[in-house]
């Protein structure tokens, strides 16, 4: 399969598994930027990725300065309950820094159908 290359960017691809031609996920991340980490996630409900991203100050690697960026196309098909107890444990809770972006295919406007994706996605820091 032929994706397309951009000058200057690094691709990180999921593809579907069963040959439909619709869905899967392609990332592009500038080359100057640092990817610590990443993973093309196999769940059943979603295509996924996951990259780790580290910035630097003066020249020096901090762990403080990272992001996460969760890049997700979740079939219109799935259950949105098991997308949602899937994208949990795509979630590190210790990461404080997390994009999550793709299609999810949910309506998030209508709370019965939303209800279980946006009790995994909202996070509210009480302290």
């Known amino acids: 399969m032929t994706f397309f290359a951009l000058n200057g960017y690094k691709a990180f691809i ?6 439909r031609r619709s869905d899967g996920v392609i990332l592009y991340v500038r080359e100057n930027l640092h990817v ?3 993973q093309v996630l196999d769940v059943t409900s979603a ?3 996951k990259i780790n991203l580290q910035f630097t100050s003066n020249g020096q690697s901090n762990p403080n300065n990272s992001i996460t960026v969760i890049l997700v196309y979740r079939d219109c098909n799935s ?5 949602a107890i899937e ?3 795509i979630i590190d809770i210790n990461v404080s820094n997390v994009i ?3 299609d999810v295919n949910i309506n998030i406007l209508n709370e019965n159908e939303s209800a279980d994706y946006l009790n ?4 509210v820091d009480t302290e």
């Open 14 to 19: 999921n593809t579907r598994k069963d040959g």
């Open 36 to 38: 610590t980490h990443h």
């Open 47 to 49: 295509n996924v990725i």
């Open 79 to 83: 259950r949105i309950a098991d997308f």
């Open 87 to 89: 994208l949990e444990r």
């Open 100 to 102: 999550i972006l793709g």
């Open 120 to 123: 995994t996605v909202i996070y």
